[in-house]
Protein backbone atom coordinates (compact mmCIF):
# COMPACT_ATOMS: atom_id res chain seq x y z
CA UNK A 1 0.00 0.00 0.00
CA UNK A 2 1.57 4.07 -0.73
CA UNK A 3 1.08 6.25 1.37
CA UNK A 4 0.39 9.67 0.18
CA UNK A 5 1.61 12.20 2.78
CA UNK A 6 -0.28 15.69 2.09
CA UNK A 7 0.26 19.45 4.03
CA UNK A 8 -0.77 22.81 3.54
CA UNK A 9 1.79 24.90 1.13
CA UNK A 10 3.69 27.01 3.18
CA UNK A 11 1.85 30.89 2.93
CA UNK A 12 3.72 34.01 3.39
CA UNK A 13 -0.12 35.52 4.82
CA UNK A 14 0.88 32.83 7.85
CA UNK A 15 4.24 34.50 8.41
CA UNK A 16 2.97 37.65 10.49
CA UNK A 17 1.01 35.20 12.70
CA UNK A 18 4.12 33.02 13.17
CA UNK A 19 6.00 35.72 14.05
CA UNK A 20 3.66 36.87 16.43
CA UNK A 21 3.01 33.44 17.81
CA UNK A 22 6.99 33.41 18.33
CA UNK A 23 7.37 36.49 19.89
CA UNK A 24 4.47 35.88 22.41
CA UNK A 25 6.35 32.23 23.50
CA UNK A 26 9.65 34.10 23.60
CA UNK A 27 8.72 36.12 26.19
CA UNK A 28 6.86 34.09 28.16
CA UNK A 29 9.61 32.06 28.34
CA UNK A 30 11.93 34.70 29.50
CA UNK A 31 9.48 35.31 32.54
CA UNK A 32 6.74 38.23 31.45
CA UNK A 33 3.48 37.51 32.54
CA UNK A 34 1.49 36.11 29.42
CA UNK A 35 -0.80 39.36 30.00
CA UNK A 36 2.49 41.91 29.57
CA UNK A 37 4.10 39.34 26.92
CA UNK A 38 0.34 40.10 24.90
CA UNK A 39 1.28 43.84 24.96
CA UNK A 40 5.12 43.22 24.19
CA UNK A 41 4.63 40.83 21.47
CA UNK A 42 2.12 42.96 19.35
CA UNK A 43 4.21 46.09 19.73
CA UNK A 44 6.80 45.05 16.84
CA UNK A 45 8.52 48.36 17.48
CA UNK A 46 9.95 46.81 20.72
CA UNK A 47 12.79 44.48 20.37
CA UNK A 48 12.42 40.91 21.19
CA UNK A 49 16.58 40.81 22.42
CA UNK A 50 16.38 43.71 24.49
CA UNK A 51 13.10 42.70 26.14
CA UNK A 52 14.86 39.08 27.30
CA UNK A 53 18.16 41.06 28.19
CA UNK A 54 16.67 43.15 30.66
CA UNK A 55 15.22 39.80 32.57
CA UNK A 56 18.31 38.05 32.31
CA UNK A 57 20.15 41.13 33.59
CA UNK A 58 17.52 40.81 36.69
CA UNK A 59 15.39 43.55 35.81
CA UNK A 60 11.99 42.70 37.00
CA UNK A 61 9.28 41.63 34.36
CA UNK A 62 7.27 45.25 35.79
CA UNK A 63 10.09 47.63 35.30
CA UNK A 64 11.21 46.31 32.01
CA UNK A 65 7.87 46.43 31.00
CA UNK A 66 8.14 50.37 32.27
CA UNK A 67 11.41 50.50 30.45
CA UNK A 68 10.14 49.39 27.19
CA UNK A 69 6.76 50.89 26.75
Not at 4 to 19: C, F, G, M, N, Q
Not at 52 to 62: F, K, M
Amino acid sequence: MQTTITAKPVSHDDEPIRVLQWRLKELIRAGFTPTDAVVLATRLDIDLHEAVALLVAGCPPETALRILL
